[in-house]
């Protein structure tokens, strides 16, 4: 949800311009090999549309699929803060309004129910699955409803007492019982007519063709609640659907009392990555990086509550630099673990980050025919600024967050499993790793015969796949 300055719960009322995606990236037909839109529980790679009207989204979601992205996730589609009664669809309100609810039973503020069903049929046609973001754990604070605790579906008895959240007393009751922002009345979900309200909300979604939900605001909701909300979407769903909830830690909040629930938001990796990327900071600290414990997480360089351009001063994952947030973007692509995150704006600005898609479709492929993918950060010169990274022999990704290209004429794989021709997804080169007479393993080639060694420009990431030796010859 927004966030403050100096809090991590409270709403920022500032908004940010559309992205827009102009076409797909494109790629060689050999490395087209998997379907749009593997048939994972995990998705693949999420990319988030932030805010974006359900018609822009089905505009490019089939472009989303060819780029490898699996997943896309929208904005929440309740009647919210600002959005009137039997009013227009699509709402010029600020984003922050999207996460204060008025009527869980009525579609609004970015796209009617039509206006979802027609995305939802779009991106399943071409192997597309759509998130939907639901926040369930307060109503608005729109001085319409708040005052009397009067909403389409909700009245007093249905809210928590206005108190104070602690963050720092050792406990959670005031994270899971308390008013969000002093403002936001807290939703009792002990309640039959409240837990019946959000159920049929989900049905709604389900119906409509969403694949699964990101739980809002999910550590200020008690998990035997989520349990059981999950608990309808797998029987809706057929056990289908996949979800998982923002979950921040604080003194109280760990997301270890989450995970058994679903996968959550790694904001411990996030953090790791900030202070990894930025000026003065070292690569080499990724070599075991700090995580969350779940391969499932939703891993990010930068979401939509720690981007300064929709959230200022959100205290966490606080980039001073975009270029370093999306090279840690390119990052958290390229790994093993995890579930990718990326916002829309980013993937149509930054030219690596739909090549950092297509690489962990291909991955994911070829981990499912048993070819080894392990993920190793390999020890090369310049740890601080550089980092090589191995997905078994099957990849190499090569990331440089120096403002001077690094170029190397010789550098030694022995110790790694990589050998033969890797092609290069974004700029077609290949590169190879032989062995020299003495058996050790070196890059032989780097574009040309005429030089070995490793060359990446300033603040640039790689990804490169294996290939069959003759493209090297």
């Given at each position: 949800?927004?966030?403050?300055?100096?809090?991590?719960?409270?709403?920022?009322?500032?908004?940010?311009?559309?992205?827009?995606?102009?076409?797909?990236?494109?790629?060689?037909?050999?490395?087209?090999?998997?379907?749009?839109?593997?048939?994972?529980?995990?998705?693949?790679?999420?990319?988030?549309?932030?805010?974006?009207?359900?018609?822009?989204?089905?505009g490019?979601?089939?472009?989303?699929?060819?780029?490898?992205?699996?997943?896309?996730?929208?904005?929440?589609a309740?009647?919210?803060?600002?959005?009137?009664?039997?009013?227009?669809?699509?709402?010029?309100?600020?984003?922050?309004?999207?996460?204060?609810?008025?009527?869980?039973?009525v579609?609004?503020?970015?796209?009617?129910?039509?206006?979802?069903?027609?995305?939802?049929?779009?991106?399943?046609?071409?192997?597309?699955?759509?998130?939907?973001?639901?926040?369930?754990?307060?109503?608005?604070?729109?001085?319409?409803?708040?005052?009397?605790l009067?909403?389409?579906?909700?009245?007093?008895?249905?809210?928590?007492?206005?108190?104070?959240?602690?963050?720092?007393?050792?406990?959670t009751?005031?994270?899971?019982?308390?008013?969000?922002?002093?403002?936001?009345?807290?939703?009792?979900q002990?309640?039959?007519?409240?837990?019946?309200?959000?159920?049929?909300?989900l049905?709604?979604?389900?119906?409509?063709?969403?694949?699964?939900?990101?739980?809002?605001?999910?550590?200020?909701?008690?998990?035997?609640?989520?349990?059981?909300?999950?608990?309808?979407?797998?029987?809706s769903?057929?056990?289908?659907?996949?979800?998982?909830?923002?979950?921040?830690?604080?003194?109280?909040?760990?997301?270890?009392?989450?995970?058994?629930?679903a996968?959550v938001?790694d904001?411990?990796?996030?953090?790791?990555?900030q202070?990894?990327?930025?000026?003065?900071?070292?690569?080499?600290?990724?070599?075991?990086?700090?995580?969350?414990?779940?391969?499932?997480s939703?891993?990010?360089?930068?979401?939509?509550?720690?981007?300064?351009?929709?959230?200022?001063?959100?205290?966490?994952?606080?980039?001073?630099?975009?270029?370093?947030?999306?090279?840690?973007?390119?990052?958290?692509?390229?790994?093993?673990?995890?579930?990718?995150?990326?916002?829309?704006?980013?993937n149509?600005?930054?030219?690596?980050?739909?090549?950092?898609?297509?690489?962990?479709?291909?991955?994911?492929e070829?981990?499912?025919?048993?070819?080894?993918?392990?993920?190793?950060?390999?020890?090369?010169?310049?740890?601080?600024?550089?980092?090589?990274?191995?997905?078994?022999?099957?990849?190499?990704?090569?990331?440089?967050?120096?403002?001077?290209?690094?170029?190397?004429?010789?550098?030694?794989l022995?110790?790694?499993?990589?050998?033969?021709?890797?092609?290069?997804l974004?700029?077609?080169?290949?590169?190879?790793?032989?062995?020299?007479?003495?058996?050790?393993?070196?890059?032989?080639?780097?574009?040309t015969?005429?030089?070995?060694?490793?060359?990446?420009?300033?603040?640039d990431?790689?990804?490169?796949?294996?290939?069959?030796?003759?493209?090297?010859?």
């Amino acid at each position: 949800m927004g966030r403050p300055t100096g809090e991590l719960d409270r709403p920022q009322r500032r908004g940010t311009g559309r992205a827009r995606l102009r076409g797909a990236l494109t790629l060689a037909a050999l490395f087209l090999n998997a379907a749009p839109g593997l048939a994972l529980d995990q998705p693949t790679a999420i990319l988030h549309a932030h805010d974006e009207p359900y018609r822009q989204v089905k505009g490019y979601v089939c472009a989303l699929a060819k780029q490898g992205y699996s997943h896309v996730q929208i904005a929440p589609a309740q009647r919210s803060n600002g959005d009137p009664a039997g009013g227009a669809a699509v709402s010029a309100k600020a984003w922050w309004s999207r996460y204060q609810p008025v009527d869980f039973l009525v579609i609004q503020g970015r796209g009617s129910l039509a206006d979802l069903q027609a995305l939802t049929h779009q991106a399943h046609s071409c192997g597309m699955k759509v998130i939907a973001d639901v926040v369930f754990n307060h109503m608005a604070s729109d001085p319409q409803f708040a005052p009397t605790l009067t909403y389409p579906t909700f009245q007093r008895e249905h809210f928590h007492p206005p108190c104070p959240i602690n963050y720092n007393d050792g406990k959670t009751n005031t994270e899971r019982q308390c008013w969000l922002n002093g403002d936001l009345p807290d939703l009792k979900q002990t309640h039959g007519q409240v837990m019946g309200i959000l159920r049929q909300h989900l049905k709604l979604l389900l119906k409509a063709g969403v694949d699964g939900f990101r739980f809002d605001a999910a550590k200020h909701i008690d998990p035997k609640v989520l349990n059981d909300l999950i608990a309808t979407i797998n029987r809706s769903s057929k056990n289908r659907a996949w979800n998982y909830l923002e979950v921040i830690d604080d003194n109280d909040t760990r997301a270890s009392m989450y995970t058994p629930t679903a996968a959550v938001t790694d904001f411990v990796l996030c953090e790791s990555l900030q202070k990894a990327f930025r000026f003065g900071g070292s690569l080499s600290s990724l070599r075991v990086p700090t995580a969350i414990n779940d391969s499932r997480s939703v891993t990010f360089g930068v979401n939509h509550d720690s981007d300064p351009s929709i959230n200022p001063g959100f205290p966490k994952c606080s980039y001073a630099n975009r270029g370093d947030a999306v090279l840690a973007d390119a990052y958290v692509l390229a790994r093993e673990s995890g579930t990718p995150l990326i916002l829309a704006k980013d993937n149509l600005t930054v030219a690596y980050l739909p090549t950092g898609a297509m690489f962990r479709r291909l991955m994911m492929e070829r981990g499912k025919r048993g070819l080894n993918v392990r993920e190793q950060v390999l020890d090369v010169a310049d740890t601080q600024s550089m980092l090589v990274m191995e997905r078994g022999s099957e990849g190499l990704f090569v990331v440089n967050k120096s403002s001077s290209s690094f170029d190397t004429p010789v550098l030694d794989l022995t110790l790694s499993n990589l050998e033969g021709c890797y092609q290069e997804l974004r700029n077609k080169f290949t590169v190879a790793i032989e062995r020299n007479g003495d058996g050790r393993k070196f890059i032989s080639r780097w574009g040309t015969r005429q030089r070995g060694g490793l060359q990446v420009a300033a603040r640039d990431a790689l990804y490169f796949v294996r290939v069959a030796m003759a493209e090297c010859r």
